[in-house]
């Protein structure tokens, strides 16, 4: 059955609001008006498909199970975390990309992503891969602020950053690519240097994201790297185990920021910045993988499932699995569209009455 939808549109310096059916219950007189996402190829809704850069999706058979099986740049068979939140809480279906986009009011208002597959903390891990920075999307989020005031006024938008969930998702970049696989800062780095320095990243861009107006901000610790089955190829030998330093690296990260927030939350008045524990929850998905419905969780479903992810997953030189639902990943790095509805169903209900 077609979800039910609604909108009210109102003229001149009113705000255009759009729902479906809300999933998760919010407290009571509070609201979620719009969904603002940052970060890196989990969240990523097709920032990158107008770079000059191989990581990017917007080709077959990225999309297979989207909307009429188009690949619209997001990492995955069909839709990515930050569409799936937007419809649980009743934003919209989709959160629209904002590069390169024609945006209508009613997008502009009820949130936009911003993220870009490839990017970190660190501002080395997007110059490797020539996609957009966090940097590089502060800027493009200070163009749709102007853009929302010229739309609805300044009270309205502070309406809407303030009220607004923005979600943060990076690090996973940082610690697999630049650290590990391209070896780019090992040399000068080790791992707790290097997620200090991930950590600090991340401290200084939500204390950017603050000063812009955001309040409630979901910050996303990282997966556990190790598990995925590019990294089982490429670090966990001949069995392709889950490649345990990967692990260590992503939880000693995931501590920091944990922390991080912490002391955020004591120095940034009127802020519900929340830490979002991914690893034990995806760990326990891939551990256990039929108490979730699933069966394959070693491989991706394209290509090989071992190391075939953006450009190396294509409709010319792979094929794909006969059901990508019985999946825990798409590709070799990036989750089904059914492990991401998984693992928001076990996020959402545990955290979202933090933001209020």
Not at 13 to 20: A, E, P
Request: aromatic letters at 10%; charged letters at 20%.
């Amino acid at each position: 059955m077609k979800r039910p939808s609604c909108y009210l549109s109102v003229v001149g310096s009113c705000l255009l609001f759009s729902c479906i059916q809300a999933l998760v219950k919010l407290p009571e007189n509070e609201t979620i008006p719009a969904l603002i996402a940052f970060g890196d190829s989990i969240v990523d809704t097709g920032n990158n498909n107008d770079l000059r850069t191989i990581a990017k999706c917007d080709f077959p058979p990225y999309g297979k199970d989207f909307q009429g099986g188009v690949a619209t740049g997001r990492f995955s068979n069909g839709k990515v975390p930050a569409d799936i939140i937007a419809e649980e809480l009743g934003i919209k279906e989709l959160l629209p990309a904002y590069v390169g986009q024609a945006l209508s009011s009613r997008d502009l208002v009820t949130g936009v992503c911003f993220a870009s597959g490839g990017s970190g903390y660190d501002p080395m891990t997007s110059k490797l891969v020539s996609v957009l920075s966090l940097s590089d999307q502060i800027e493009y989020f200070k163009d749709y602020i102007m853009k929302l005031k010229l739309l609805v006024g300044e009270n309205k938008t502070n309406f809407i950053l303030a009220k607004g969930l923005f979600l943060v998702v990076a690090g996973s970049d940082d610690i697999a690519n630049t650290y590990f696989t391209l070896r780019a800062r090992k040399l000068q780095y080790d791992i707790p240097a290097y997620t200090d320095l991930m950590a600090n990243s991340a401290s200084d861009f939500l204390n950017e994201l603050y000063e812009l107006g955001a309040r409630r901000v979901a910050v996303f610790g990282t997966p556990p790297i190790g598990c995925l089955p590019a990294q089982r190829t490429l670090a966990g030998g001949n069995a392709r185990e889950c490649a345990e330093n990967f692990n260590q690296a992503s939880q000693l990260f995931n501590k920091k920021l944990s922390a991080k927030l912490d002391s955020i939350k004591n120095s940034l008045p009127g802020s519900r910045m929340v830490f979002i524990d991914v690893y034990n929850p995806f760990l326990d998905v891939i551990q256990n993988p039929k108490k979730h419905g699933f069966e394959v969780v070693n491989e991706g479903c394209c290509g090989t499932g071992n190391l075939e992810v953006a450009v190396l997953c294509n409709a010319w030189t792979s094929t794909t699995c006969s059901n990508d639902s019985s999946h825990v990943f798409w590709d070799s790095y990036h989750p089904t569209e059914r492990a991401y509805r998984v693992l928001v169903s076990l996020l959402v209900g545990k955290y979202v009455d933090k933001f209020f």
